[in-house]
C-alpha cells in the first residue's frame, strides 16, 4: 500500500459517516425521530478516527512534503486551518447534541445549521485533497519516499488510536451505514 492509498482509505470511511450524519440531519429537519446515541458515536468517531488519527497523519507526516513539492505554503496552511475549524464545529456540534437530548429549544435549528456548514466543508476538504494534492504526491513523491511515509502513517496509526480502536470504530460505522440503508461503491459524495 502506498501512502495515499492508507489516506484514501480513510476518506473513503468519512464519507460514510458524512452520509450517514446527512441522513440523520434530513430526519431531523422533517421532524423526524432521531438517534441521540447514534449522534454521540457518530461525533466519537470524527474525534478518534479522523482528529486524533486522520488530521495527525496529514498534518504531521503528509502536509510537512507539500512545499518541497511545489504546493504553495499559503495552500498548505489553508488545508491546516480547515482541519481546526472542523476540530471546532465538531466540538460544538458535540455540545449541541447534548443540548438536543436535554430538550433545549434551539438545538435542533443550531445542530442543523452548524451541521449542514460542517457536512459541506468536510466535503469541500476531501475533494480538495483528492483532486490536488493527492495526485500530485503521487505523481512527485520518489518510490523510496513513499515506501517510508507509508511506513510513517502506518506507524502512526498505531501510535495514536490503535489498530484495534481503528477496526472498532470500522465495524460499528459499517453496522450503522447498513442500519441507515447508506450505499457507497467509491466516494461518490454528491449522489
Ligand atoms: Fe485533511
Ligand atoms: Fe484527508
Not at 36 to 46: A, K, P, Q
Not at 98 to 117: F, K
Not at 131 to 148: K, Y
Request: proline share 3%; charged share 30%; glycine share 4%.
Amino acid at each position: 500500500m502506498n501512502s495515499i492509498d492508507n489516506l484514501r482509505d480513510d476518506h473513503e470511511s468519512v464519507v460514510v459517516f458524512s452520509a450517514i450524519l446527512e441522513k440523520i440531519f434530513n430526519e431531523l429537519s422533517a421532524s423526524k425521530p432521531i438517534s441521540v446515541s447514534d449522534l454521540r458515536w457518530l461525533f466519537e468517531f470524527f474525534r478518534d478516527f479522523v482528529i486524533k488519527n486522520h488530521f495527525q497523519k496529514e498534518e504531521r507526516i503528509l502536509y510537512r512534503h507539500l512545499p518541497s513539492l511545489g504546493l504553495p505554503g499559503n495552500q498548505v496552511d489553508m488545508l491546516k486551518e480547515e482541519h481546526e475549524v472542523l476540530r471546532n464545529q465538531a466540538k460544538l456540534l458535540r455540545g449541541l447534541v447534548e443540548d438536543l437530548a436535554e430538550g433545549r429549544s434551539y438545538a435542533a435549528m443550531d445542530l442543523l445549521d452548524t451541521g449542514n456548514a460542517y457536512l459541506d466543508l468536510i466535503n469541500c476538504h476531501l475533494q480538495k485533497e483528492e483532486a490536488i494534492l493527492f495526485p500530485l504526491v503521487e505523481e512527485c513523491l520518489s518510490r523510496e519516499m513513499d515506501d517510508r511515509i507509508s511506513d510513517r502513517l502506518t506507524m502512526l496509526d498505531e501510535e495514536t488510536i490503535g489498530t484495534s480502536r481503528q477496526l472498532e470504530l470500522l465495524e460499528v460505522l459499517n453496522c450503522l451505514m447498513n442500519f441507515y440503508g447508506i450505499e457507497v461503491g467509491s466516494p461518490e459524495p454528491d449522489t
